[in-house]
């Protein structure tokens, strides 16, 4: 018998062998969740709207903890804000652990302090966080190149004289310059084609990740990363980026004064110098390649998003953004420019924004955790290293929290007084250890662009408020809006 038809037979032996004992039972004492299939995990439970609907579907059996085998991988799923609360803050330590995003693990792997675990995470977090610190989170002079970048922002739109746009990039430009400007010390120019192509590059990407493929890929990604798709235009894509980090932190190097750092880049270099005696240190070039990839990324993404999604809910529903204006005009009026103190005396628009990020619904299954430790959870036993999915959608969208979950209404965030309301389900940012690293920086933009954006102009669109799209047009590990015109009339 030919070698090639003995191979083929073994083959098929095999796997009439994986079939007849059933999928291999994991160790530990998991949730339950739908049997899975030899290979393909739970490949028939999944919908073709993506993980989300899936997940939903699944948990309407199983209860807020479950198990689904992405593949050959069982993953955890949290559903509803009391589970996710009782992981991620009771237990913050136990589910600290940071799990893979499979379409972006060949660039970052276990480097940077977003995807890294361990000591090395914890040493590259407490660095980011006070180095971010030091260069304007937090202080007044993050709040002036806020302001300085809505300044901008809103003579760029005084120059569209109401014609109608597409505000994408240019919320990019101002979200990306905030973080540039921590980061590489400089702001650019929004015609800087450079700027505009790493901004580009980054929109891309953040759309492919979010895409139904890329979801099909972290379900058999062993398999199909030898193959062509999505998986390698993400990778290129964010190689480009780093190519270009890269030929910064070499500038930095050559221009480094150790008794006056510019900014995160400097001060990071100044570390691997005072550390490179240090056998175990975790100051090395690729840590700070792909920190400094991961805070831009995140850093341009999430806010600029956010505010994409802000003014399209602004166009669908004109008698908010009309109430926000009200509350500008009385708090700021219209000859200065918002300030974070003026947020205290502006409930309203306060709890729009709120209400914004939790209807966007930005990264709607969460960045995946795994546990550091075999760790019990709820009468359940999970081993060390099994990857949970904190699902945030559903805590945002929780009615025991929310009156109408699916509906966007401020009042979700106002008392019978009209004060602001907080809530234990508003995790748009996660929660825990693991709680973005900019969630201050962010709320910051967000409040600054979004009052000096209203305070100058009033808004109109080619197409009736009820037919705007609110739809996402990917919804995966993030969701994308739909592009659309908007017209800002100067007021």
């Not at 652990?97 to 407490?126: C, M």
């Not at 209807?359 to 290293?385: A, E, Q």
């Not at 609110?470 to 659309?484: A, C, I, R």
């Amino acid at each position: 018998m030919e070698p090639s038809v003995l191979l083929l037979l073994a083959l098929l032996v095999g796997f009439v062998l994986l079939l007849v004992r059933g999928y291999p039972k994991a160790r530990g004492h998991l949730p339950p969740g739908p049997r899975p299939l030899p290979l393909l995990g739970n490949l028939l439970q999944m919908d073709r709207g993506g993980f989300l609907n899936s997940f939903k579907r699944i948990r309407e059996k199983y209860g807020a903890v479950f198990t689904v085998h992405l593949g050959t991988r069982p993953v955890v799923m949290l559903y509803g804000t009391e589970a996710i609360r009782e992981a991620l803050v009771d237990q913050a330590e136990a589910f600290s652990g940071r799990g893979t995003i499979a379409v972006v693990e060949p660039i970052f792997r276990d480097y940077g302090v977003i995807f890294s675990n361990g000591v090395r995470w914890k040493v590259l977090r407490r660095f980011s966080l006070a180095t971010m610190r030091d260069f304007g989170m937090g202080k007044r002079s993050v709040e002036e190149r806020i302001q300085e970048e809505a300044r901008c922002l809103v003579e760029e739109f005084r120059k569209s004289q109401g014609a109608p746009l597409d505000p994408t990039f240019l919320f990019q430009c101002i979200t990306a310059n905030i973080i540039c400007s921590i980061v590489f010390g400089e702001r650019f120019d929004y015609k800087d084609r450079q700027f505009l192509r790493l901004l580009y590059l980054f929109y891309q990407s953040f759309s492919l990740i979010s895409s139904f493929s890329s979801q099909v890929f972290e379900l058999f990604s062993g398999f199909l990363k030898y193959f062509p798709g999505t998986h390698r235009q993400i990778s290129r894509n964010l190689q480009e980026i780093l190519d270009y980090i890269g030929q910064s932190v070499e500038k930095h190097r050559a221009t480094l004064d150790p008794s006056n750092p510019r900014d995160f880049i400097d001060t990071y270099l100044l570390r691997m110098e005072k550390e490179k005696s240090n056998q175990h240190m975790e100051f090395d070039h690729q840590n700070l390649l792909i920190s400094v990839l991961s805070l831009f990324f995140a850093g341009t993404e999430t806010s600029s998003t956010t505010l994409r999604y802000g003014f399209l809910l602004m166009l669908k529903y004109p008698h908010v953004a009309e109430k926000v204006q009200k509350e500008i005009d009385q708090v700021i009026g219209s000859h200065r420019l918002p300030t974070l103190e003026d947020r205290t005396k502006m409930p309203y628009t306060d709890a729009v924004i709120y209400e914004i990020q939790r209807f966007s619904d930005l990264v709607p299954i969460g960045v995946p955790h795994k546990v550091t430790k075999d760790t019990l959870f709820r009468g359940y036993l999970l081993p060390k290293n099994t990857e949970v999915y904190p699902i945030l959608s559903s805590a945002l969208h929780d009615s025991q929290y929310f009156e109408q979950p699916d509906t966007f209404n401020p009042d979700h965030f106002l008392d019978a007084n009209g004060a602001l309301k907080k809530s234990e389900a508003f995790m748009p940012f996660s929660l825990g250890k693991r709680i973005c690293l900019g969630e201050g920086i962010a709320r910051n933009e967000l409040f600054l662009f979004f009052t000096a954006i209203l305070q100058n102009f009033s808004l109109s669109s080619p197409m009736a408020a009820k037919d705007i799209d609110l739809s996402p047009k990917e919804s995966g590990f993030g969701k994308v809006p739909q592009t659309h015109q908007i017209c800002f009339l100067a007021r």
